[in-house]
Nanobody, 128 residues
Framework: QLQLVESGGGLVEPGGSLRLSCAAS????????IGWFRQAPGKEREGVSC????????IEIDPVKGRFTVSRNNANYTAYLQMNNLKPEDTAVYYC?????????????????????WGQGTQVTVSS
């Protein structure tokens, strides 16, 4: 059974850091690209960062550039989102999602509809 489980969220003061983990099981992890998304109350789910299946390519949205870093360890079936210099506007439920490699298709997407599998989410709250 394919499963994604996020962890690492919590309450942090502005300027602080958190490292989110996304543990995968039940599928060939390195065949799937991973996307990190977030959803704040009353807002649509937003793509934050993506990493290719082999980990060589990453991309993130402008508001998090220079603060968030996505990575993955295919040996232990885990993806990570390192978040530094957190701001109150980063407060949201964070999700990881997986989309399979399809030859001829762009590897990244910030459209939630392009992802087949989702974790349950982890809450990140940035507040003093």
């Amino acid at each position: 059974q394919l499963q994604l489980v996020e962890s690492g969220g919590g309450l942090v003061e502005p300027g602080g850091s958190l490292r989110l983990s996304c543990a995968a099981s039940g599928f060939n992890f390195d065949y799937f690209h991973i996307g990190w998304f977030r959803q704040a109350p009353g807002k649509e789910r937003e793509g934050v960062s993506c990493i290719s299946g082999n980990g060589r390519n990453t991309i993130e949205i402008d508001p998090v550039k220079g603060r968030f870093t996505v990575s993955r360890n295919n040996a232990n079936y885990t993806a990570y989102l390192q978040m530094n210099n957190l701001k109150p506007e980063d407060t949201a439920v964070y999700y990881c999602a997986a989309k399979p490699t399809v030859w001829g298709q762009r590897w990244y997407s910030f459209n939630p509809a392009d992802y087949d599998y989702w974790g349950q989410g982890t809450q990140v709250t940035v507040s003093s």
